[in-house]
């Protein structure tokens, strides 16, 4: 038999049928979708999802690099489809116009962390804790999240005087006396962007429940 | 061509001197990269237990270590293992030389480099973020270009095939030699160079990763096995007649197979229901080739014979777990869970590897003409790699889907779930050891191996470079 022009032929031809579905339909298919305009109850014009302020947007360059897609997504599913509504993950289910604005969506495929799509919600009008990113274990005992201290600096206290936004830490984690760990840029910068994930708008295809809309009013 | 009828006989040792710079290279390259591989993969795993280990260092954070450790596994290691082999087969089966060795030698060496400064970065200064193509854009065209050149001299030999006869490991070698450099540049060209916002990426994504694995990974391991199995059982494939079936099924069906992992996510839903039914359509052509690789056995006396059935084994039942799991029902329990990692391990370490450990047990001996010095070496390496898949799949098969169903309660907090899956973690990083340590026999054989080979000779530098001649005198 010969084989070889056939097999050139018969693997090229699946290849870019495939290619069809997976990169050139999507891309033109998606391009189509615009973000979603309306008018919020104050009368401003709101457009969702608006691009993310310049801090959160380098701290989610800082959130790629590390590698928290590792165990944490950012995507919540139908309540069809797995507890993440009821776990309180999410409102809604995500869909595409929700990362419109991401060149690299972080869905993730893990859950060894919880999702983190509205965890930004979830901060209500806390301040971000950044003791959560120096050393997760003193906000959560026994957990596995990634401590990040690097992105913070250990000084000694100035003038007798800690710093106002020296973190408090308690134990092992804590620096050694006359010391104080403070948050560096970065640690500001990722913080900025997990307080501002967040997906509750209402969208078309994607309507907040009705309970949820009327609690608010 | 250039050999004539009356030296046949000859030809191959011609065509395994013409092989044996460039494939023993990959081969051991592919060795050192599964060590470096396992090595990250192991404090990744340390981490998971004490996250506070190293945790003041930025380049050993859990995710970077996760990504270095993938990178170097299935660039690394899978994928240059399997194009030495590749080059062996084509060239054997060809009855040809292998054109340019030595060229081929440069540019793998090019990939080395690249692959080595690649992940280097990826661990100083971050990942891109995209899973697989973690290596930035600065450096990804140099391993690029490096696969695309290594696969011409690959699809070369093929070309100069002595008759135009061919065998099944053949087509699957060709299909891999010319799909996955096309992917990885398409891949790298929509998703690093010139990525649109949003979604589409992610659809793009998952085409590139299941290609990666189905149309690069699976094919060159389905090759070794359907090369080696018939020659070393002294048996023709069975069933013969099945086999181009069996091909065009699998190539036509697996590239459609992307967005299955993307389920109940923010992807427009008949990509995700193409996807799954195309995955399950996956089953005819593993059942076809199952007929095709019988003779293969877990007690035969031969080791590459036992490893080919572990990793026969293993892809029958990586492919009915994907079938069976990727249903609505089955994915709103195992979705994101450890279930998911435990199928591509068993992919990974449980199909592909024992693959390409048996063509290093059947083709390194003939390349250095003698045996692997230590007769009890493969054996514990077989004992420990697949125990160590046992141990390590097994973990994370159960422990996932323990995790699955705790998730999918609402009522059980997600801490309890989490700490209920730490015995699990535990149990998998054993098995990773174990799989780990079982390699150190296979490394330990080899080198003793290249000692011996090296011992009588006056000038061992040059006899390695030399493709003309066998380095063994007196063979």
Redesign the interface.
Known sequence: ????PI??L???T??V???F???AV??R???A?GPDVSTNAAGVVVSYPAARSGEAAQGRD?Y????????H?L?V??E????DI??GWGKR????R?????????????????DLANFGERLGTNAFPLVRLFA??QV?P?????????LFETRPIRRGVPSADALVLKGAAAPESGNEVIPGRRARQLAAFLASLSTSVDLPEAPLPVAAETALK | MSGSQSNLSDRPDAVDASCRLPVLYLLAGGLAWLFAGLGLALVAAV???W??FL????VL????L??ASRTALVFGFASQMGLGLAFWILARTGNTRLPVSGIAFVIATVWNAGLTVGIGYLLL???????WLEIPRQISPVILAATGLLSLVGIAA??ARDG???EPA??HL??AL??FP??YL?AQL??LFF??????????H??FSQ?LFL?WLAPLALAVLYHFIPVVSERPTASARFAPLAF?TW??LA??T??A????????AW?VT?SIAAGVLLLIPIVLTLLNLQGACLFSRSVVLRFAAVSIISFALWGVLTAVTSL?CA???L????F??GLKELFLFGFVAPALFAGVYSVVPRLAGREFPCRISPQAHWIFTTGGIAVMTLAFLVGGWIQGWQ????EIP??VV??R??PWLLVHAFGLALFGFGQMALAANAAWLLFECVKPLKDPVIALFSTTASPVVGK
């Open positions: 038999m010969k084989y070889g097999i050139y018969g693997v090229l699946a290849l049928a495939t290619w579905g997976f990169v999507p891309r298919q998606l391009a979708l800082i790629l690099s590390l590698g928290c897609s590792a165990c997504t995507q599913r139908p069809s489809g797995g507890s009821a776990r289910r995500t869909v595409a929700d990362y419109l604005q991401d060149a690299a969506p972080l869905l993730g495929s893990s859950r060894l962390g919880p997760p274990r959560s026994g957990s596995i999240c990634t401590p990040v201290p690097f | 981490k998971l237990k996250p506070g945790s003041q260092c930025e954070t859990y995710g970077r996760e990504a200064q971050g990942s891109s973020g995209v899973t093929f070309a135009s006869r061919s053949q087509w060709l299909g010319i799909a096309l992917l398409t929509a998703l990525p649109v916002r949003g979604i589409a990426q992610s659809v793009t998952g085409w290609g149309l065009w190539w036509i590239g459609w992307g967005a992992e993307w389920i109940g996510g923010p992807v427009p990509w193409v609505r994915q709103s329990v979705h994101f869970t450890q998911g990692v998730l999918a309660s609402p997600f801490g989490s700490a899956l730490h």
